[in-house]
C-alpha cells in the first residue's frame, strides 16, 4: 500500500529554521519529492532523494531515510514568502506517478 | 525558462456537459500527467501518458475520462458528462524521460480550475 504523513500546519518566525517532516510507506520505493504550493497555485518542485542522506540546495535541505521511511525538509533562513503548503510525494519503481501526503501548512510571522 | 502551460485557467460548466482541459507539456519531455486537487484535499493522480498511451490510471480515471495527445504539442484531458464532485483543480505535469535522477522531475502547470453546477 501506499501512506504518505506530515503534520498539517506548522508556524515559524522569519530568520529561523524549521524542519518539515514526513513518514511514509511505499511499496517498491524509489524516491521522495518535496514540492511547495503556494495557495490557488501549482506545485513547484523542490528536491528528490532516492538514496540516504541530506541533500543540500541553498536555503532548502532534504533528508532521507529509507530504512525507517523517514524525510525531512529543512527551511533555513526563513522568508515570509516560504509561507506556503509543502508536499511531501513518494513514487516506487513500478509506476510513473506521485504519491502526495496532506501537505504542511507553513505559516512565517515577522 | 521551460514551463508548462495550461488552458483555460477557469471552466465553469453545466453538469452532464463535456468539458476539454488543454495542457502544453515542456517540449523536450516526453512523460506527461494529470492530476486533480479537490479544494482543501491532496494531490491525486489521475493518468500518465507515454509514447502515445496511457502507461498507468488510477481508480479515479474511470470511463467518463480520457487523454489525447492530438498533435504535437498539445495534451488534453477530456471529461465526457460532468459532475458536481468533479469540481476541482486540475493540474498537468511533464517530465523528461526516465534513468538518472534529474529526469524523475515532475514539472507542474498552473492548473486549470473546473466548476461544475
Known amino acids: 500500500g501506499q501512506n504518505i504523513d506530515q503534520p498539517t500546519e506548522m508556524t515559524a518566525t522569519e530568520g529561523a529554521i524549521v524542519q518539515i517532516n514526513c513518514t511514509y510507506q511505499t511499496s517498491g520505493f524509489n524516491g521522495l519529492f518535496w514540492y511547495q504550493q503556494h495557495a490557488g497555485e501549482a506545485p513547484t518542485f523542490l528536491s528528490y532523494n532516492v538514496l540516504d542522506g541530506l541533500e543540500e540546495k541553498g536555503r532548502f535541505s532534504s533528508f532521507l531515510s529509507r530504512s525507517k521511511g523517514y524525510s525531512y525538509l529543512l527551511l533555513k533562513e526563513l522568508q515570509m514568502k516560504d509561507s506556503a503548503s509543502y508536499l511531501c510525494a513518494a513514487k516506487s519503481h513500478s509506476s510513473y506517478k506521485l504519491i502526495f501526503g496532506s501537505g504542511t501548512r507553513l505559516l512565517v510571522r515577522p | 525558462e521551460p514551463e508548462v502551460t495550461q488552458t483555460p485557467s477557469h471552466q465553469v460548466t453545466q453538469m452532464g456537459q463535456e468539458v476539454i482541459l488543454r495542457c502544453v507539456p515542456i517540449?523536450?519531455?516526453?512523460?506527461f500527467y494529470w492530476y486533480r486537487q479537490i479544494l482543501g484535499q491532496k494531490v491525486e493522480f489521475l493518468v500518465s501518458?507515454?509514447?502515445?498511451?496511457?502507461?498507468?490510471k488510477s481508480e479515479i480515471f474511470d470511463d467518463q475520462f480520457s487523454v489525447e495527445r492530438p498533435d504535437g504539442s498539445n495534451f488534453t484531458l477530456k471529461i465526457r458528462s460532468t459532475k458536481l464532485e468533479d469540481s476541482a483543480m486540475y493540474f498537468c505535469?511533464?517530465?523528461?524521460?526516465?534513468?538518472?535522477?534529474?529526469?524523475?522531475?515532475?514539472?507542474f502547470g498552473p492548473g486549470t480550475r473546473l466548476t461544475v453546477t
Open positions: 505535469a511533464s517530465s523528461e524521460a526516465y534513468g538518472g535522477a534529474g529526469s524523475y522531475e515532475q514539472y
Open positions: 517540449s523536450n519531455h516526453l512523460y
Open positions: 501518458f507515454y509514447n502515445n498511451e496511457i502507461s498507468e
